[in-house]
């Protein structure tokens, strides 16, 4: 502890912030500066596959860590740390102090080098503390909202079921990808009788049945089945129910009654921050269903919840970098800057603008903003690849 509390002494980690939450939890608040070798290795190069300790000393120190499978084992034979002999926990703890040190005396030049350190001492490390606060912090949930919406959902997943089984030849089970294909694309004279759909895409095994496939079957005008539709319905509502009714009471933690999510730094190369353990940030708010299960987030007694947005601040950064005039002008006069760049690509008078062209023009500004492909974007918009293109060179 005196160490650890000690303000005149420097903490590196690799993922520093997990162990600020442990500690903090064991009654010890780290104090002092903090470095972060996973931070550094992120900020170095946002595009390696992953930052786990192993990873980052394989890629940068060409070392080999012991696993921790090696100690703990996996699956059901899995046992916890603490449950290590400590002949076998040591070297492999001390492993981890001896590599974490060894990567930042490579990352803390390279940082200077480069031209990050600036963005890794005054933004990045300072946030450290922030994020660890947060997950401490954690959110009420009410755990009977969502059980509410549980069961009004289970309801409506049941009624579905029945109808997949009366538009099918047989019955099958929904949740089988490879089941589903055989129903919608074996010819009626097959083995297994199907509906002799005209397949759209390859899968390994098995023609595929994903997202994009059902949602191009449910468009199509040549197929008469409702089969593709209540499947995307079906789909839909068993995700809501799995991943997030069900998976967030079980993140509820029982001695706060509040969900502990983890905020990560490093989970994208664009730098927006990433939730995990469980992920907060995919909960949809579009549909009623999932503005009926934001709901059951809910503020301490005598505080309220508070949204704060910067307004268009990639496209404000996209109007100075590029100096481009009409994306300048549209700001300095305060425009609506979707209906602004609908009424340029669409080549329509700003005032007849249509809410459709202004979504539209939305997807086109973010998604282009990072990179966004004619493919994507046809898909964001439903709409053919062509004239996605036209869309994308249009606003170039």
Known sequence: ?????DESIAKIGHNIKYDL????????TVKGMLHDTLIAAWLIDASRSGYSMDAVALGTL???????????????????????????????????????????NVFAPKLQSEGLYELYADVEMPLVRVLASMRLAGIQVDADTL?????????RIDELKADIEKASPYTFNPDSPKQLSEVLFN????????????PIKKGKSFH????????????????????PSLILEYRQLTKLVNTYLVGLKQAINPNTGRIHASFNQTGTSTGRLSSSDPNLQNIPIRSEIGRAMRKAFIPKKGFAFVAADYSQVELRMLAHLSGDKALIQAFEEGQDIHKAVASQVFDTPFDEVTSDQRSDAKAVNFGIVYGITKWGLARQLQCAGDYAEDIISEYK
């Open 1 to 5: 502890r005196p160490i650890l509390e």
């Open 21 to 28: 939450v442990v500690l903090q939890k064991a009654g010890v």
């Open 62 to 104: 060409d070392y080999e860590c012991i696993s921790i499978k090696e100690l703990i084992g996996s699956g059901k034979n899995q046992i916890k740390f603490n449950e290590v002999p400590i002949e076998d926990a040591y070297p492999y703890a001390s492993e981890d102090v001896d590599v974490t040190f060894k990567l930042w």
């Open 147 to 155: 059980e509410e919406q549980r069961e009004i959902l289970s309801v």
């Open 187 to 198: 010819s009626k004279s097959d083995e297994k009788p199907g509906l002799g759909l005209k």
């Open 208 to 227: 595929s049945t994903d997202m994009e496939v059902m949602e191009k079957l449910s468009d199509d005008p040549s197929v008469t089945t409702l089969l």
